[in-house]
């Protein structure tokens, strides 16, 4: 599955704001679907207009009760929607130009958000270009002086150029941006979208440059991304370059509530079947060695 299916699917889902059917999508965009993990969220039907009560009926017979439409009996291949996470993307792009963490996401309007700022540029987030065009006050919301507004909206079917006044600039989605090695990357113009490194790439051992991700080769989970926390672990671990040292002390230098590390990289009971989690979990038992005393070491730190 090429990054670029990935980043078109990405595209699509947010450009739409609505669930969609696993039916109606292509086998590569089921794929890339899959491939982008969480992502990706599943959802119940949804006829794009409002979502409606689900009522099971007789055996494995179900009812959706909406709104608009009234009672609709509905295939269990109807269930099989998903949507984009937004948050993931608001998240995605924020990482991509820069914007300080402090800066939160401010919804300005039904599909418009205000992800912050990029230096001293404000930066627009919306599902329409158009949208944008056609409300000035929306943007008088966010101007600031001698800085440059910058909308990120996906393409519009016959625009080349945004009907924007001096002082506001149209990234669009689908040219500025590329998803490539599970992040999101901003393309200034004229650079080519294959320069980014890729970020998972195995730079320490079997650990990528920053530790958030894990490779893992011949296994069922090849490659592993980790949350905040669990890197921190095993950038920890690696760095003893084999050496033991207690759970506790562990769990203690990277700020963790728990006092084992396992802990951190269990899969819960509303977690089970989900491969990202399961994957974690693999990750760790097979790079982290804990004897009966509480002795936690790496042993392929020791020989890097």
């Not at 977690?271 to 979990?281: E, L, M, Y």
């Amino acid at each position: 599955m090429t990054t670029h299916a990935s980043w078109a699917v990405i595209c699509r889902l947010f450009a739409g704001g609505t669930p969609v059917f696993r039916s109606t999508l292509t086998a590569p965009e089921q794929a890339a679907c899959d491939a982008l993990g969480s992502a990706i969220k599943a959802t119940g039907p949804n006829c794009h207009q409002h979502s409606g009560l689900i009522e099971r009926v007789g055996i494995g017979g179900r009812i959706c009760h909406c709104p608009e439409c009234g009672a609709v009996k509905i295939a269990t291949d109807d269930l099989a929607a998903i949507r984009l996470d937004e948050s993931w993307l608001q998240r995605q792009l924020r990482r991509a130009l820069d914007i300080e963490s402090h800066d939160g996401v401010t919804k300005l309007d039904d599909g418009i958000w205000r992800l912050g700022d990029m230096r001293s540029d404000p930066v627009v987030l919306s599902r329409s270009v158009l949208q944008v065009a056609l409300s000035p006050n929306l943007l008088d919301r966010v101007r600031v002086p001698r800085g440059n507004i910058r909308v990120i909206a996906p393409q519009e079917r016959g625009l080349r150029e945004a009907p924007f006044p001096p002082g506001v600039t149209w990234l669009p989605l689908e040219e500025r941006f590329t998803f490539y090695g599970g992040r999101i990357f901003y393309v200034q113009p004229g650079k080519s979208l294959a320069e980014p490194t890729d970020p998972t790439a195995p730079v320490h051992g079997p650990f990528s440059e920053d530790f958030t991700y894990v490779t893992i080769p011949g296994t069922p989970y090849p490659l592993v991304e980790l949350t905040a926390t669990q890197a921190a672990i095993m950038q920890l671990l690696w760095s003893l370059q084999g050496k033991k040292v207690a759970g506790s002390e562990i769990m203690r230098r990277v700020k963790a509530q728990s006092t084992k590390p396992i802990d951190v990289f269990k899969v819960k009971s509303g977690q089970k079947g989900s491969v990202v989690h399961a994957g974690r979990h693999f990750a760790y038992r097979a790079l982290v060695k804990a004897d009966n005393r509480g002795m936690h070491w790496m042993p392929c730190a020791a020989t890097a």
